[in-house]
């Protein structure tokens, strides 16, 4: 029940902003002290919650400090705690002090800066951004503003929008020159590990489905696309009266972080004039460290690039950073002009106007959370950041190697670790080890005491340990691997 509205309504009042925000900061605090306590994957039934709320909304305003308790006792259980240090699953989503505080910034301005007098420093500061990320990942200067040949970078909320509107770039440039009735012919090319976001975005722009190819990978190549299938495949295509439209190669592939090799992709990409996208959505951020930068070895190639600080950038949702090397070719798909939006500095084309390099048109002020992330850990944190990851996937993988009973089945990349319980034992013959990983996967999640998920590698059911929750120290790596060990000896009795 609301109270009577004693209150005055101000919804923007700073006294009342300043009072309220501090409970819920302490109240976040709160949680992150709290977090280990609660079972990393939510144990809740479908439909809980409508059970717990009531069914209207509330007349009159309610207290801060009740909606704070009703969260607490309501929502907090239908939580899986991406932020628990026990969270091994899906990929990371790590979060930060400072991008919690840019992330407030970014809220508290509010902003809509989706051309440049509609906030300057939003877009100026979006563009500096983008190049002081592109410089820490060693991009070749021709993605940068401050490069001077015409390219540079934006903030999108997801790979999977960065995705959509490359596509729909690339799709008009050809389609501008042949015709629009060719779109038929067009078609998309990607390997089997690629990120189900390359096939939902070449739906949406109009490519028809059977015109993916989604180009087998293999234990040989570490599930890395072999550029030679790509050129057989484009080949065939053209042979067929097909016109191949667009690559996508990954560095870090979603299920076992597998690496596409960028260098004879992006020749085979150039021979048939296609567009040729690379997705760093997870591993992107590894680039900042010189030990993983060859990885990017033909990046230059590249007619874009994606990657997500909101996966391992310590970076909270949401934050997708994409670059071209033709920005204009992604303005002509994507430009309008309406009246409403004239202005000066637009007229004179002397800005950036971001509107035009992205679907919507109203957009967040995201640069304020990553500048905040750079500067307040600057380089040197940041890269501390990815290799302490990776140290403890090392340290993970080596356990794993030490019990005879388990196989490291895709060998560690980045900071992910695939693995299984041999099928030999306690599977039976048939099912290659399938069920009896099954059950310790549900196992060790229905404990609440971590959450890892699965992936499916030639036919093999594999379990993932993604490292990479910010609050993930040894010490939790080490009693995960004990919980794992001693539920598989339960199991195996
Ligand atoms: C390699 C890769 N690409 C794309 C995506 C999709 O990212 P987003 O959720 O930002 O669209 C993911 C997410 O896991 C990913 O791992």
């Given at each position: 029940?609301?109270?009577?509205?004693?209150?005055?309504?101000?919804?923007?009042?700073?006294?009342?902003?300043?009072?309220?925000?501090?409970?819920?900061?302490?109240?976040?605090?709160?949680?992150?002290?709290?977090?280990?306590?609660?079972?990393?994957?939510?144990?809740?039934?479908?439909?809980?919650?409508?059970?717990?709320?009531?069914?209207?909304?509330?007349?009159?305003?309610?207290?801060?400090?009740?909606?704070?308790?009703?969260?607490?006792?309501?929502?907090?259980?239908?939580?899986?705690?991406?932020?628990?240090?026990?969270?091994?699953?899906?990929?990371?989503?790590?979060?930060?002090?400072?991008?919690?505080?840019?992330?407030?910034?970014?809220?508290?301005?509010?902003?809509?800066?989706?051309?440049?007098?509609?906030?300057?420093?939003?877009?100026?500061?979006?563009?500096?951004?983008?190049?002081?990320?592109?410089?820490?990942?060693?991009?070749?200067?021709?993605?940068?503003?401050?490069?001077?040949?015409?390219?540079?970078?934006?903030?999108?909320?997801?790979?999977?929008?960065?995705?959509?509107?490359?596509?729909?770039?690339?799709?008009?440039?050809?389609?501008?020159?042949?015709?629009?009735?060719?779109?038929?012919?067009?078609?998309?090319?990607?390997?089997?590990?690629?990120?189900?976001?390359?096939?939902?975005?070449?739906?949406?722009?109009?490519?028809?489905?059977?015109?993916?190819?989604?180009?087998?990978?293999?234990?040989?190549?570490?599930?890395?696309?072999?550029?030679?299938?790509?050129?057989?495949?484009?080949?065939?295509?053209?042979?067929?009266?097909?016109?191949?439209?667009?690559?996508?190669?990954?560095?870090?592939?979603?299920?076992?972080?597998?690496?596409?090799?960028?260098?004879?992709?992006?020749?085979?990409?150039?021979?048939?004039?296609?567009?040729?996208?690379?997705?760093?959505?997870?591993?992107?951020?590894?680039?900042?460290?010189?030990?993983?930068?060859?990885?990017f070895d033909g990046v230059e190639l590249a007619d874009s690039i994606s990657m997500n600080p909101h996966k391992w950038f310590l970076t909270n949702?949401?934050?997708?950073?994409?670059?071209?090397?033709?920005?204009?070719?992604?303005?002509?798909?994507?430009?309008?002009?309406?009246?409403?939006?004239?202005?000066?500095?637009?007229?004179?084309?002397?800005?950036?106007?971001?509107?035009?390099?992205?679907?919507?048109?109203?957009?967040?002020?995201?640069?304020?959370?990553?500048?905040?992330?750079?500067?307040?850990?600057?380089?040197?944190?940041?890269?501390?950041?990815?290799?302490?990851?990776?140290?403890?996937?090392?340290?993970?993988?080596?356990?794993?190697?030490?019990?005879?009973?388990?196989?490291?089945?895709?060998?560690?990349?980045?900071?992910?670790?695939?693995?299984?319980?041999?099928?030999?034992?306690?599977?039976?013959?048939?099912?290659?080890?399938?069920?009896?990983?099954?059950?310790?996967?549900?196992?060790?999640?229905?404990?609440?005491?971590?959450?890892?998920?699965?992936?499916?590698?030639?036919?093999?059911?594999?379990?993932?340990?993604?490292?990479?929750?910010?609050?993930?120290?040894?010490?939790?790596?080490?009693?995960?691997?004990?919980?794992?060990?001693?539920?598989?000896?339960?199991?195996?009795?």
């Amino acid at each position: 029940m609301g109270s009577l509205p004693f209150e005055l309504f101000q919804p923007l009042d700073p006294d009342v902003f300043s009072k309220e925000s501090h409970a819920v900061v302490d109240f976040i605090a709160d949680y992150y002290r709290d977090i280990e306590q609660y079972p990393v994957r939510s144990q809740v039934e479908p439909g809980y919650l409508s059970k717990r709320l009531p069914e209207s909304p509330p007349i009159f305003s309610e207290p801060i400090d009740t909606i704070l308790g009703d969260i607490k006792k309501d929502i907090i259980p239908g939580l899986t705690h991406w932020q628990s240090p026990n969270f091994y699953a899906y990929f990371q989503a790590n979060a930060s002090t400072a991008g919690f505080l840019g992330e407030m910034l970014c809220t508290g301005f509010n902003v809509v800066g989706f051309n440049w007098i509609a906030s300057p420093a939003a877009t100026e500061l979006e563009s500096i951004v983008m190049d002081w990320m592109a410089k820490m990942m060693k991009l070749p200067s021709k993605f940068l503003f401050s490069g001077g040949q015409g390219g540079g970078g934006v903030l999108h909320g997801s790979t999977c929008e960065a995705v959509v509107c490359t596509l729909a770039a690339a799709r008009d440039k050809i389609l501008n020159k042949f015709g629009f009735d060719c779109i038929t012919k067009l078609v998309v090319y990607a390997s089997d590990q690629t990120h189900f976001t390359v096939q939902k975005a070449s739906k949406i722009i109009g490519i028809p489905p059977c015109n993916f190819r989604s180009i087998p990978t293999s234990a040989s190549s570490g599930y890395g696309l072999d550029a030679d299938d790509v050129r057989q495949a484009m080949k065939v295509d053209i042979a067929q009266g097909f016109m191949p439209l667009y690559l996508c190669a990954t560095v870090g592939t979603t299920a076992v972080g597998a690496v596409d090799p960028l260098l004879e992709l992006g020749q085979v990409a150039r021979e048939f004039g296609v567009w040729f996208h690379v997705d760093g959505a997870y591993a992107g951020s590894s680039a900042i460290c010189p030990e993983f930068r060859s990885y990017f070895d033909g990046v230059e190639l590249a007619d874009s690039i994606s990657m997500n600080p909101h996966k391992w950038f310590l970076t909270n949702m949401d934050c997708c950073c994409l670059w071209l090397r033709s920005p204009a070719e992604l303005v002509d798909s994507l430009s309008t002009n309406p009246e409403i939006l004239r202005n000066k500095a637009t007229d004179e084309k002397e800005v950036v106007d971001y509107k035009d390099w992205q679907i919507a048109l109203s957009r967040r002020f995201r640069a304020m959370k990553l500048w905040l992330v750079i500067r307040r850990y600057g380089v040197a944190g940041l890269m501390e950041h990815i290799r302490s990851d990776v140290g403890l996937a090392k340290h993970f993988e080596k356990l794993v190697r030490m019990d005879t009973r388990f196989e490291v089945v895709v060998p560690r990349r980045f900071s992910l670790v695939c693995f299984r319980l041999k099928p030999r034992f306690g599977a039976t013959n048939d099912d290659d080890g399938l069920k009896t990983n099954r059950r310790l996967l549900d196992a060790v999640n229905s404990s609440g005491r971590a959450f890892m998920t699965h992936a499916l590698i030639d036919g093999k059911f594999v379990i993932r340990f993604a490292i990479g929750t910010t609050l993930t120290e040894m010490c939790h790596v080490d009693a995960t691997w004990k919980l794992i060990q001693d539920i598989a000896t339960g199991l195996l009795l």
